[in-house]
């Protein structure tokens, strides 16, 4: 059985796409629905799995999906590495508010010995020092925009993002989390602005 072929979508393409795919496997025959998962099968067996942004669907059927990927929501973003992180928020693909800082981190040591023992205690204190900064970053920029926020995207590193959310003051965004963590570059203004390519696209698969 061949791998199956996996797409991801934005929602100014998708009804595009899924035309496409009905005119090489004819009309829909069936459509299964599930709160995170609509999934359809053409007339000559072709199955699609369409995974949403944001679930669960509200609405059945290839025109609830359209509808709820259309939806414009206001979404918080965390970027987080241990040499930097950017926080924004975007109505749809509008970036709102924004702050992206960096802090130097040293490298690994290869040596060992007290020389190594000393470095890494270093790199530890200046690693905590970044975390708690983008922590503050992440209070400053998200919790002000909290009662309207939708969603919050986390990306990056995943344990330096595990330790900046046990924040108590991020507490209150915890509820919003995405299930997905985005895997990006090291964070910067220009790669803050090109999330909304991944968490707003729909994510398809072909059996």
């Known amino acids: 059985m061949s791998e199956p072929e996996r797409y991801d979508i ?28 609509l999934t359809l099968t053409a007339a000559d067996g072709a199955v699609l799995e369409c995974d949403p942004p944001f679930p669960p669907l509200r609405e059945p059927g290839v025109e609830g999906l359209l509808a709820h990927v259309r939806r414009e929501r206001v979404v918080g973003v965390l970027l987080v590495r241990l040499g930097g992180h950017a926080a924004g928020v975007f109505s749809g693909r509008r970036l709102v508010d924004s702050k992206v800082d960096s802090r130097f981190v040293k490298g690994r040591h290869k040596k060992g010995g007290s020389s190594q023992r000393r470095f ?6 200046q690693a905590r020092q970044a975390l708690e900064q983008a922590a503050d970053t992440a209070a400053r920029v998200l919790l002000p925009h909290r009662a309207d926020l939708d969603a919050v995207v986390l990306g990056g590193d995943r344990p330096a993002l595990r330790e900046v959310m046990a924040d108590v003051r991020l507490r209150p965004l915890r509820p919003l989390l995405a299930d997905d ?8 203004l220009r790669v803050l602005e090109a999330t909304p390519d991944a968490f707003l696209a729909t994510r398809l698969t072909l059996r």
Do not use: F, Y
């Open 120 to 125: 890494e205690r270093r790199r530890e204190g």
């Open 10 to 37: 934005p929602p100014e393409r998708l009804e595009r796409w899924l035309g496409r795919w009905v005119e090489r496997h004819g009309d829909i025959a069936s459509q299964r629905a599930a709160p995170e998962r």
């Open 181 to 188: 963590v985005l895997e990006v570059a090291e964070p910067r």
